[in-house]
T-cell receptor, first 111, second 117 residues
Framework: GDSVTQMEGPVTLSEEAFLTINCTYT??????LFWYVQYPGEGLQLLLK?????DKGSNKGFEATYRKETTSFHLEKGSVQVSDSAVYFC??????????FGTGTSLTVIP | GAGVSQSPRYKVTKRGQDVALRCDPI?????LYWYRQALGQGPEFLTY????????KSGLPNDRFSAERPEGSISTLTIQRTEQRDSAMYRC???????????????FGPGTRLLVL
């Protein structure tokens, strides 16, 4: 069945450090891939998405590229800020009817 | 409304009691989804609706769990005879289009944290 595997956390970085959170998936066909973010005390928010191979999703300085050959959708940011501290979830969806989420990666950015 | 809302935000109940969790989707959103999220895990699909029709309930853990959306807007997830293992965050999401479109974004509510004593 479909599944998503995320890099385990927690991750702690200093401000302005480079961030990578790994995400790989298992799925038949060509799913859409998403990164959701959950800030403390809030619900999940869409961060970015990509709907086909080689697409790059980007938002708020974060980027992720849909790599079909490696079944990956790694999240990157060149310079993290304290305000990026949150839990990040990688997810996939085939037709939008249900999402399969990874277990989440907690990020803490220290000044 | 501005976003998906859920109520109550927190619910503490005794084992064996029934609970009803409410979701109010974004106005005009056709599809509505329920997820359960255990501590330290990602959301796990329970069921979803297109309009008032329940399309897939394969994720409901057992027959104590049920959901309805009678008028195609507000939805209620009901758990009968609650057990301690039901304790989790229950999240609702909605999306604009009828499911079947790749890349359709789901918008999540803040969740209801359920604690069964």
């Amino acid at each position: 069945g479909d599944s998503v595997t995320q890099m385990e956390g927690p991750v702690t970085l200093s401000e302005e450090a480079f961030l990578t959170i790994n995400c790989t998936y298992t799925a038949t066909g060509y799913p859409s891939l998403f990164w959701y973010v959950q800030y403390p005390g809030e619900g999940l928010q869409l961060l970015l998405k990509a709907t086909k191979a080689d697409d790059k999703g980007s938002n708020k300085g974060f980027e992720a590229t849909y790599r079909k050959e490696t079944t990956s959708f790694h999240l990157e940011k060149g310079s993290v800020q304290v305000s990026d501290s949150a839990v990040y979830f990688c997810a996939l969806s085939h037709t939008g009817n249900q999402f399969y989420f990874g277990t989440g990666t907690s990020l803490t950015v220290i000044p | 409304g501005a976003g998906v809302s859920q109520s109550p935000r927190y619910k503490v109940t005794k084992r064996g009691q029934d609970v009803a969790l409410r979701c109010d989707p974004i106005s005009g959103h056709v599809s509505l989804y329920w997820y359960r999220q255990a501590l330290g895990q990602g959301p796990e699909f329970l069921t979803y609706f297109n309009y008032e029709a329940q399309q897939d309930k394969s994720g409901l853990p057992n027959d104590r769990f049920s959901a309805e959306r009678p008028e195609g807007s507000i939805s209620t997830l009901t758990i009968q005879r609650t057990e301690q293992r039901d304790s989790a965050m229950y999240r609702c999401a909605s999306s604009l289009a009828v499911t079947g479109r790749a890349g359709e974004t789901q918008y999540f509510g803040p969740g209801t944290r359920l604690l069964v004593l």
